[in-house]
C-alpha cells in the first residue's frame, strides 16, 4: 500500500501545483478588461442566445472557480467574481461553461455518457471509503482479501472511466467557448489568447485528475492479478 499512498502524494503535489497555475492565470487575467465591458453573465447570456437555447437558467453562485453546468437542471451557475466580472477572465469561464450547455442541447454523446455515469461513480466512491476502512481492520486476507481487492479495482475502473471521458467533455466545451468567442467578436487579439491561455490550465486541472485516476486503477488492477 506504501506505493498507494506515494502514487496520491505525488498527483496531489502535481494537482496542487497545476491548481496554483490556474488560479494564478485567473487572477492574471481578471485584471484585463474586455473592450465592449460585458459581464461574464452577459457573455453567457449572448453564447445562449447565439446557440437559440432559451431554457437555461444563469445565477449566481458561490465561492471561487466553482463555475458549472447542471445538466438535470438546466442550470449554469457562476462564481461571483465570473457573473460580475467584465474580464478576460470573466467572458473565457461564463463561455467555457455555455459551451456545456450547448452540449447538452445538440446532445453530445460524451456528455451525455458522463451524466449517466455520475450515479455509478457517486456509488464507487463512497464504496471505496468503506472498502479501505475494512481492509485495515484486517479484512483483505485470504480469499476475502481477493474479492476486497476485486471490488476496489472496479470502482476505481469506474472513477478512472470517469475521468477519462470528462477530458473530452471538458475541452469540446472550451473549444466551443473559443470559436464562440472569436466569431462572435467578444474578445479580439490579446483579449482570446488571453482566454485561450485561462482555458487551458483549467483543462490541464482535468488531466492531471484523469492521469491520478488511470495510475491508481492500474495500481489495483495489477495488485489484483498479481494476487489471482
Known amino acids: 500500500m506504501m506505493f498507494y499512498f506515494i502514487i496520491i502524494g505525488f498527483f496531489t503535489l502535481v494537482g496542487s501545483l497545476i491548481s ?29 442566445q447565439h446557440f437559440g437555447i432559451r431554457d437555461v437558467k444563469i445565477t449566481a453562485g458561490k465561492g471561487f472557480l466553482t463555475d458549472h453546468y447542471n445538466p438535470v437542471t438546466k442550470i449554469i ?3 461571483p467574481e465570473v457573473y460580475s466580472g467584465r474580464s478576460i477572465a470573466s467572458a473565457a469561464v461564463a463561455a467555457h461553461e455555455c459551451g456545456h450547455a450547448v ?25 471505496q471509503q468503506f472498502l479501505f476502512m475494512g481492509m485495515m481492520f484486517g479484512m483483505g486476507a485470504g480469499v476475502m482479501g481477493n474479492t476486497f481487492l476485486l471490488i476496489i479495482t472496479v470502482t476505481f475502473g469506474m472513477t478512472a472511466l470517469f475521468s477519462m471521458i470528462t477530458l473530452p467533455v471538458e475541452f469540446d466545451a472550451s473549444k466551443r467557448a473559443l470559436l464562440w468567442l472569436d ?3 467578444v474578445t479580439h487579439g490579446a483579449e482570446y489568447d488571453g482566454a485561450k491561455d485561462a482555458l487551458w490550465w483549467a483543462a490541464m486541472t482535468y ?14 488492477l495489477l495488485r489484483f492479478l498479481g494476487n489471482d
Open 207 to 220: 488531466v492531471s485528475n484523469a492521469l491520478a485516476s488511470l495510475v491508481i486503477f492500474l495500481f489495483f
Open 20 to 48: 496554483g497555475r490556474l488560479k494564478s492565470k485567473f487572477n492574471k487575467y481578471k485584471q484585463v478588461p474586455l473592450r465592449n465591458g460585458m459581464s461574464g453573465a452577459q457573455v453567457a447570456e449572448s453564447m445562449l
Open 77 to 79: 451557475s457562476l462564481s
Open 103 to 127: 452540449q447538452h442541447a445538440k446532445a453530445y454523446s460524451m456528455l451525455t455518457l458522463r451524466s449517466k455515469l455520475v450515479p455509478v461513480v457517486q456509488f464507487s466512491t463512497k464504496a
Open 183 to 185: 466569431e462572435s467578436g
